[in-house]
């Protein structure tokens, strides 16, 4: 019984797969196969449709799988690597999903439910992926093509959420479709056998596939270089960012390019673009019983107030120091790396709805406003963000809404999903996207000594950012924001490129290149975890805490203790479940009891 609790099998019943579409999403009715069924091609394809389904960590209507709710094992991470990274406050009030507070402020304890959410989402994955190899290596006739195709995107995914669970927990068991006891210790390093699987799946994963969803060579290659990078092999992670860079495409065959405007990257109509290297899918209005498919684990995350026009919630509003970062110099168009604070940028804390308010007027990177909520600007179509009136405690969360997911005005009906008591979007999650790989790639050039090349690819970045077609417009008519948008710029934006040779020195470099990702990147979930593998966790945490505590109540008290935030603690469920004997076979994280 322990076994079976620690981790669930779900057999997942007949899918109906076509090129380019997302029936693919939807959640079955749980249930054993018969094995005459699953040892065929056919079943070999539908417990791989289940390894997929499995990576928004959702069971169906709002719930994670494991029982906790949707947003405990939200595949991006917004509470474990956005909130806790220092991009967004918690947001809401005081005491609203209190266990987000213990983990924002760095003093997480193990008995916290959200990680053992966490933990079985990615587990559950991981038995998916089993299942699927197993299988597949016991169907009779099957061509070498296809079952090399099926374990290979099988092995992708496992990796994935392999990777996952490492960068959260660090110290984690290592289940394979071989492993008779599943009652494993958590006391060996388990990249390799990550990175084991991402080279198999490069190496043996077509061009493209026929469906937009599925992993393909090169998004197993862009993967495979992340796990490179996090384990500061460089040399390696070149030679694979070289390959992707150079020849990569998407599943269904568009060359990896960066989108024209920034915002297409948070768009439902321009999902799957030529920049997603590999996103879950997201589809809104295909469940009844609540937006499962349609990135329901940032259901939380909407303005909320006295005229917000979503039903829920305010959460995960971006810090004040998130928001600094923007600010660029005006002579150059670029950002203040050492001292953004120090030209932090008008906010409209303290003041009341009705009262006069002028956004600030220096210059700006356009890519603020398209990833940060503030009063009066545009806030897609929905109208001119008003402040105050959007936010459920400006004291505690700050003033500021998220943007990334949410979706618009014109389409809410379409790619809003209010089946629910919180809304969902039909906004794919990129887990990886090509300005990431730029970006990463520029770090490992860096770490070896190429900077120009690394100022190339950052330069890229920004030159996209500069385009001025990508930039927030003022409405034509303000009262009536889905009228469309003038040429006029929503604010004062300016966003330079660095000049030849500005990357000097190593220090230099990945400090740039730190900072483009933290602002590029910024509310993707990948904060924390950057931090983290650079080894400046503790020195840029703490002072965001004492930053954003002279404004805001939420991470008063906050402190990040080196050697132990690192990671969050080993979910105490997990390690008594573990016990034999009385013995508990998994070891908890350093620091934690």
């Not at 990615?122 to 090399?148: C, F, H, L, M, Q």
């Not at 390696?236 to 990896?256: H, N, P, R």
């Not at 090349?453 to 030159?463: D, H, L, P, T």
Request: proline share 5%.
């Amino acid at each position: 019984m322990k076994a079976k609790k620690y981790f669930s099998i779900m057999l997942l019943s007949v899918f109906a797969l076509g090129a380019c579409k997302k029936t693919f999403l939807d959640k079955s009715i749980n249930g054993a196969l018969e094995p005459k069924f699953l040892q065929t091609e056919a079943g070999a394809n539908e417990l791989l449709v289940g390894a997929y389904a499995a990576l928004d960590g959702q069971q169906g209507g709002d719930a994670a799988f494991g029982g906790g709710s949707s947003w405990e094992a939200s595949p991006d991470n917004w509470i474990y690597g956005g909130v806790a990274g220092g991009d967004a406050s918690k947001g809401s009030i005081a005491g609203d999903q209190q266990p987000i507070e213990p983990i924002m402020k760095y003093n997480p304890d193990a008995s916290n439910g959200f990680f053992d959410s966490k933990w079985r989402a990615d587990y559950e994955g991981v038995s998916r992926t089993n299942n699927t190899i197993a299988i597949t290596n016991k169907v009779p006739g099957i061509t070498a093509a296809a079952k090399t195709n099926i374990i290979a995107q099988a092995r992708f995914l496992r990796a994935h959420y392999y990777f996952d669970l490492k960068k959260m927990f660090n110290n984690v068991p290592y289940i394979d479709e071989t492993t008779t006891d599943i009652n494993q210790p958590n006391t060996t390093d388990i990249w390799p056998k990550i990175e084991a699987d991402f080279l198999y799946a490069y190496n043996n994963l077509p061009n493209t596939q026929g469906n937009v969803g599925r992993a393909n060579k090169w998004a197993a290659g862009a993967y495979l270089a992340k796990t490179y990078l996090y384990e500061h092999k460089y040399t390696e992670a070149k030679s694979v960012f070289d390959a992707v860079i150079a020849q990569g495409v998407t599943a269904l065959g568009l060359k990896y390019d960066l989108n024209e405007k920034f915002n297409d990257n948070f768009r439902t109509a321009t999902n799957n673009s030529a920049e997603s290297v590999f996103a879950v899918q997201a589809a809104a209005n295909t469940d009844p019983n609540g937006p499962s498919n349609a990135n329901d684990g940032d259901m939380l995350n909407f303005p909320y107030g006295n005229s917000s026009p979503f039903s829920c919630c305010g959460f995960y509003q971006p810090s004040i120091e998130l928001a600094n970062h923007y600010r660029t110099n005006p002579a150059t168009g670029l950002p203040y790396l050492d001292d953004y604070n120090s030209h932090a940028l008008k906010t409209d804390m303290g003041v009341a709805a009705g009262a006069n308010f002028a956004p600030d007027a220096g210059t700006i990177d356009p890519r603020l406003d398209w990833t940060v909520g503030r009063r009066g600007i545009p806030y897609l179509d929905w109208g001119l963000h008003p402040g105050v009136d959007w936010i459920r405690d400006q004291q505690y969360g700050g003033p500021y809404s998220p943007i990334k997911n949410v979706y618009g005005q014109a389409e809410q009906s379409t790619n809003g999903d209010n089946t629910s008591w919180a809304p969902g979007s039909g906004i794919n999650v990129n887990l990886i996207r090509y300005a990431d790989v730029l970006l990463m790639a520029a770090e490992a050039e860096a770490q070896l000594g190429n900077f120009d090349k690394a100022e190339s690819y950052v330069n890229m970045v920004r030159s996209r950012a500069a385009n001025t077609s990508g930039w927030v417009h003022k409405y034509k008519n303000d009262d009536n924001p889905t009228a469309g948008f003038t040429n006029t710029p929503a604010a004062n934006y300016k966003v330079g490129t660095y000049p030849a040779g500005a990357f000097a020195s190593k220090d230099f470099a990945l400090k740039a290149i730190y900072f483009e990702r933290k602002i590029e990147l910024a509310m993707e979930g990948h904060r924390f975890f950057d931090l983290v593998r650079w080894g400046i966790a503790d020195t840029e945490l703490n002072a965001y805490v004492t930053y954003q505590s002279a404004f805001t109540n939420d991470v008063k008290g906050g402190k990040f203790l080196k050697g132990k935030n690192e990671y969050y603690p080993i979910p105490l469920t997990e390690i008594d479940l573990s016990s034999k004997g009385g013995t508990p076979v998994l070891k908890q994280n350093p620091g934690y009891h």
